[in-house]
């Protein structure tokens, strides 16, 4: 855990950077809007907005950054091999831990874990505001997650002689499963506001709680 504590500092600024810049870039839409609609958005979309563009930098600093300079990058064969199967941070952790309790308390799990929750909030997002269907999402994620590790082995698209990171196939799993998550939640969550009306209905009461006649 202070692994991630010490090493999350340089993200967390470097997001704030990216952030801003990507804030900056969208700029140009916004005086196009203006000159096509004659209006800027909304308080609550800018405001919408502004906290995607946050995410999808958090997503991009988590994923890429920090990024080492491309004359001190030193190319180790092996060092960041491709893993193509599943299940490798589980065993890892058996492996490294003499019990389970201290095996799911390991730094691998808890990679796990936070690749799950990174992508929680597409779901949220796919579910609540952009109104995907299941399996769009499934596919968004999926894709959004695969072009993340490409970009890593290829080292951004051939920038660096060398992959920046190692390309996991249990990273494109966990993410999608937490969009799945994030999704389904919402799903959950809207069902049950539906099932709260038809019951209201069928019992004669309104939404605001008068009997009706």
Known sequence: MRYYFYYSIPVLQQMVLLWAILCVLALPFLLLRYRSQGSFLSFRTAGFTAVVLLYAAGVIAYTLLPLPARDELVCTVGATYPRFFLGWSLQFALRDHGGLLDALTSIYVVQVLLNVLLFVPLGVLAGWRWRLSFTVLLYTA??????IELTQLTGLWGFYDCAVRTFDAEDIFNNTL????GWALVATWQRRARLRGDVLALLGVAPSGIIKK
């Open 142 to 147: 999926f894709g959004c997650s695969l072009l």
């Open 178 to 181: 937490g969009a799945v998550l």
